[in-house]
Every structure is written in structure tokens, then in C-alpha cells.
């Protein structure tokens, strides 16, 4: 099955595998059932169709468009506050970035799989949802020498995998230097202005990494930068590679990392569910003000204008679709939001009867593919139980290949493709246990930390407008699941302090 987080699913075969043969399962007609909420956001917020007259509207003390991460954490702190609030989604669930699909038996991570800090923000959904984080298990790398390597950063596995000395001291000098950062080391919430110090390392990391002179260090920061950051080292900044990768560096290092059985979306759809008013399918296509009130309109599953009214409104969706969303926005924010950059993604999920990749270890850092940067295994965290084993890939795709994702044809053959070379190199054995295959992805899944993004335009696009709050990920111009739920909890503390009013 290939599946867009739009909704649009698709059966289809694999026609450029040879093996397994159970693969032809897949070949059936191909289905489409097409998704639309995908046509509406194109047609109103892309293409600029005109909007009809609302056939009928809601009053709330706060509307919040978008459920995911951020979309939640602003919703749980106004209703705790006492507020009637209506949080309104175009897809038909709760999660965003992190949701979660039944497979083999269990709950599968599809985009978000962890987080590292359990901070007071993220406590409150915790506690909210009723659902316990466990600790990540270990992750592997594989160099294409037949071995995953385990504790990776330890002197000991250094001096054995690379032999080479610059090398290996260049390693050495990068893992200590991020461990001594300390209070040096970059922050978020992204600062309103960052410290000559700081705003120092808004460049590309590319460039920061060369100074330990290793080509293998180089080749894992950007599998990581890639998969965690949206591209390479080369479009991303110094600031954000150092905040996320000393969370990389390992459980032997004291730095654990935290999950839940069956990932991040376990989190947001437990807290979805204790929400007062969830509305989901309704597509925010145009967003309006006066002196006492916002407008959303949205544009239900059945194609009507439907109006959600409120003296505040907190809007987490991406940035980059604020001026159609909102045409009064002014034309300094306008700029700021284009300046932002967007990674498209897709995953792949191989459901098996024998494991493809190590069942004790969570994430497995492919060095060698062109493809797929690292391959997630949901079955290895503690209180999953599945009855097959699931091999998540993950794909980050540049951004020309956008196009890649609306086209149904076009992603089927890449999806194929990824699989086809991934399963080539397991036994026949592992080949012939395929079961399924599921593909998600979707067209801006994750801002990216461009080189500059940090001085100035990530402030100047998450500016408070009139009675609109702005959150999200992209509100720090870093996509960790932290900032998401900060900066869901901050934009409800403005509406709540009487801020989000002109």
C-alpha cells in the first residue's frame, strides 16, 4: 500500500523486484482513493480559488488551526485555562508529523518517532494523554562491512572502525567539543535576537565540520543532518546541529532519548481524544480579523464554508502558506515566511515475517544507501508487542522531487524502487517473508535549518499579527517535536495574557 498523509492510498506493484515473489500480492489493480482535503488545499490556499459565503459559523473563546504537536499543546493549555476551544485539522487525525498506522500487529511510527527533553510543556500532554514514554533503545550504523556497529562515540569502537589516525583524533575532537559545550551550547526556544556567539554559528555546517578533517564524520552528520534536519550539512546551520546532535550521542554517554509504544502518535492522538471540540477534515483556507475577532474559514469534508469565530486564533500551519492564508498579512512577514525552506519525506514500512534489521536496536544508520538515511524498528522498544517485524525507512527527498509526492504514479515507482534496492541486499530468506509494504509522505513535512534562517527570519515570520499567535516548529526554524510543543504552550500564554490582541 502507498499512502499520502492526505489520505490518498494506492495498491500497487512492485515492478521492478524480482524477488520476493510474494511481492506480487501487491499488483493489483491499482486503487485511488483520492483524498479531499489534498485538492481543497490546493485549489483554495495554492491556486487562490475564490471562497464562497460561509454556509454556517461557530463562536469559541479560541480557534487552533492544525493538531499536531504545536496545534495540541496550545489547545491543553487554553482549555485548562478555562476556555471553550475548537482545534481544527485538515486531516482526519490528530498528530501531524507524529502519527502512527497499524502494522504487523502493532502501532507504527509514520514521520515523528522521539523526542530527548521532558520538559514541562511536554509533561502536560504526557500527563494529559495517559501515556508513559520509555527510553529509546540504542541505535547501529552500518558501513557496508556486514556489522552494524554498536556504541559508536566510545574510544574503544572509534580505535577499532577507523583506522585511519587524523581521522579517528578528528572524531574524537568533534564528540568532545560537543560535550563540553555546556553553557555554550546553542538553545531553543530560538532566541528574538541571537548572541554574536550564536548568531556565529547561523552558517552552513558543512563548513564547521571540515575542521576535524574526517570524511567519516562528514558522512554520518550528514545521514543524520538529512534525516533529522531535512538536508545536508551544506543547507543546514551550525546552531541547529550542535542543539540536536549531542542528544545523538548516546545512552553510554548519559543522554537518553524517549519514545512510547507505538511512537510520538500514540502521544497526540491520546491527548486528541480528551480535547473538547476536535474537528477534523476542515481545511483553514482564509483567515480574517476586525477589532474584536478572527475569522477562520474552513472548508469542510462535503466542500461548504464553514466559519469558526473567536477573539483569538493560535495558527500553527507552515509558514510558507501564511500569505494565502491570511492576505493582509504584512509584506515584511510575507518575505520572512517565503525565506523559510521545506524538506519533503517519505517512509517506507516493510512488514515481515523475519527481522530485516537488528531487533535490539531502534534506529540503524544506513551509510552506504543513496536512499533511505536510517531504518527505524518500532518492534525493539519496551511494551510494543507485534506479530511481524516492521523495517521503517527513512527517505528524505530534495525539494525538486516535491512533485514526486502529488504525482500517484511517480511515487509508487520511487517507493518501489527505494524497497526493491533495500530488500536486495537481505537473504532470500528475509526477501521471501515480506508481507506488506506501506508509504507515507508527505510535500513540506520539516523546516529546514538554513544557513541565516536563525538572524532574523524565523522571528520575522512567527511575528504576532494582530489577534493571530503563531506556532510551531517553524517558529524556531528547527524541527524537533520540543519546539513544537513550546511553542504551542507559548502562543496559548499570549492569548491568554491578552497579547494576541491588537
Not at 498506522?101 to 514541562?120: A, M, W
Not at 511481524?388 to 511515487?411: E, G, T
Not at 512567527?462 to 524537533?480: E, L, M, Q, W
Not at 504551542?488 to 490582541?501: D, F, M, T
Request: net charge negative; proline share 6%; aromatic share 8%.
Amino acid at each position: 500500500m502507498v499512502m499520502l498523509s492526505t489520505g490518498a492510498t494506492y495498491a500497487v506493484g512492485l515492478g521492478g523486484c524480482k524477488r520476493p515473489s510474494e511481492l506480487r500480492l501487491l499488483s493489483s489493480p491499482k486503487r485511488v482513493l483520492a483524498s479531499p482535503q489534498f485538492r481543497t488545499a490546493h485549489a483554495y490556499i495554492r491556486d487562490g480559488a475564490p471562497l464562497p459565503s460561509p454556509s454556517h459559523s461557530h463562536t469559541v473563546d479560541a480557534v487552533v488551526v492544525g493538531a499536531g504537536m504545536a496545534g495540541l499543546s496550545a489547545a491543553v493549555a487554553l482549555e485548562d485555562a478555562g476556555l471553550s476551544v475548537v482545534v481544527v485539522d485538515s486531516e482526519l487525525r490528530a498528530g501531524g508529523a507524529a502519527v502512527s498506522q497499524p502494522l504487523g500487529g502493532g502501532n507504527v511510527p509514520l514521520g515523528s518517532v522521539y523526542f530527548v527533553d521532558r520538559t514541562d510543556e511536554l509533561e502536560r500532554l504526557i500527563k494529559r494523554s495517559g501515556v508513559e514514554p520509555v527510553i529509546c533503545p540504542p541505535d547501529g550504523y552500518d558501513f557496508g562491512t556486514g556489522e552494524i556497529i554498536r556504541d559508536l562515540w566510545s574510544n574503544a569502537t572509534l580505535d577499532y572502525i577507523v583506522p585511519n589516525v587524523t581521522e579517528r583524533d578528528g572524531m574524537k575532537r568533534f564528540r568532545d567539543q560537543m560535550l563540553q559545550l555546556g553553557d555554550d551550547l546553542p538553545v531553543y526556544p530560538l532566541p528574538e535576537v541571537l548572541s554574536p556567539a550564536m548568531a556565529a554559528l547561523d552558517i552552513p555546517a558543512e563548513e564547521w565540520v571540515k575542521q576535524f578533517k574526517s570524511q567519516i564524520l562528514l558522512k554520518i552528520l550528514n545521514a543524520y543532518s538529512r534525516s533529522s534536519e531535512g538536508a545536508l550539512l551544506g543547507r543546514t546551520n551550525v546552531y541547529c546541529l550542535q542543539n540536536f546532535y549531542t542528544s545523538e550521542l548516546g545512552d553510554e554517554l548519559g543522554i537518553p532519548r524517549y519514545t512510547f509504544s507505538g511512537g510520538t502518535g500514540a502521544l497526540a492522538s491520546g491527548v486528541a481524544g480528551t480535547l473538547q471540540h476536535f474537528v477534523s477534515g476542515h481545511v483553514a483556507v482564509r483567515l480574517s480579523q476586525n477589532s474584536t475577532h478572527v475569522h477562520v474559514d474552513c472548508i469542510d469534508e462535503h466542500g461548504r464554508v464553514v466559519r469558526y469565530s473567536a477573539p483569538h486564533a493560535v495558527v500553527t500551519a507552515q509558514k510558507f502558506q501564511l500569505p494565502h492564508l491570511i492576505p493582509d498579512l504584512p509584506s515584511a512577514q510575507k518575505d520572512a515566511c517565503s525565506q523559510l525552506s521545506y524538506a519533503p519525506y517519505m517512509t517506507l514500512h516493510i512488514v515481515s515475517d523475519a527481522p530485516m534489521v537488528q531487533p535490539d536496536i531502534y534506529d540503524t544508520w544506513n551509510l552506504t544507501s543513496e536512499f533511505e538515511t536510517d531504518v527505524v524498528n518500532p518492534c525493539s522498544v519496551e511494551g510494543t508487542e507485534f506479530d511481524k517485524h516492521v523495517a521503517s525507512l527513512y527517505v528524505p527527498m530534495d525539494s525538486f522531487a516535491r512533485v514526486q509526492l502529488q504525482n500517484p504514479d511517480l511515487f509508487a515507482r520511487r517507493a518501489a524502487d527505494i524497497v526493491d534496492r533495500f530488500v536486495s541486499s537481505r537473504t532470500p530468506e528475509q526477501q521471501d517473508s515480506i508481507r506488506e509494504i506501506f508509504t507515507w509522505g508527505w510535500g513540506h513535512g520539516m523546516v529546514i535549518p538554513t544557513p541565516g534562517s536563525h538572524s532574523g527570519i524565523a522571528q520575522a515570520a512567527r511575528k504576532r499579527f494582530g489577534r493571530i499567535v503563531f506556532a510551531g516548529t517553524d517558529n524556531d526554524a528547527a524541527p524537533a517535536i520540543e519546539n513544537a510543543v513550546y511553542n504551542g504552550a507559548r502562543a496559548a500564554e499570549e492569548v491568554l495574557s491578552g497579547q494576541g490582541a491588537a
